[in-house]
């Protein structure tokens, strides 16, 4: 009686660490993850719609996307920590600001950061 007990607990606790270890590999929080190309539509699409970008500023805007977000992919990939991690973000955010001050009018601009701190806000009271 004692082994039937011990068996069925241990193939409950297996089967239950193989869901886990399943739903961790998909992604960082057992989401699905997203590609580059991907996630530039999701941003490019959501700003699209926040401050109407004309067809010229939307392909302008989607490239700028795809280039920041392959270049932070990049340094994530590569391990980097630290304060030189958190420089290197910063500079790549810096750029990406300045790229997208050039694609959007100043009313777009100023509509896209009350966007950004909005969302900022949300995050962080998570």
């Known amino acids: ?10 193939m409950a606790l297996t089967t239950i660490a193989g869901f ?11 989401g ?11 941003q490019t699409d959501k700003l699209s719609a926040a401050v109407q970008l004309s067809p010229d500023q939307y392909t302008k805007v989607l490239e700028a ?14 391990g980097a ?9 910063k500079t790549l955010n810096e750029e990406r600001d300045a790229k997208m001050k ?8 100023k509509k896209a950061e009350e966007m950004r701190k909005e969302q ?5 009271g998570q």
């Open 81 to 89: 920590m630290g304060d030189d991690a958190k420089a290197k973000m």
């Open 32 to 42: 699905q993850t997203v590609s580059v190309d991907e996630r530039a539509k999701q």
């Open 20 to 30: 886990a270890q399943q739903a961790g590999a998909a992604g960082p929080k057992g």
């Open 65 to 78: 996307m795809k280039n920041y977000l392959t270049q932070r992919q990049a340094l994530r990939a590569n």
């Open 120 to 124: 900022h806000e949300q995050h962080k």
């Open 102 to 109: 050039t694609i959007l009018s100043a009313d777009q601009w």
């Open 1 to 10: 009686m004692k082994k039937t007990i011990f068996l069925s607990c241990a």
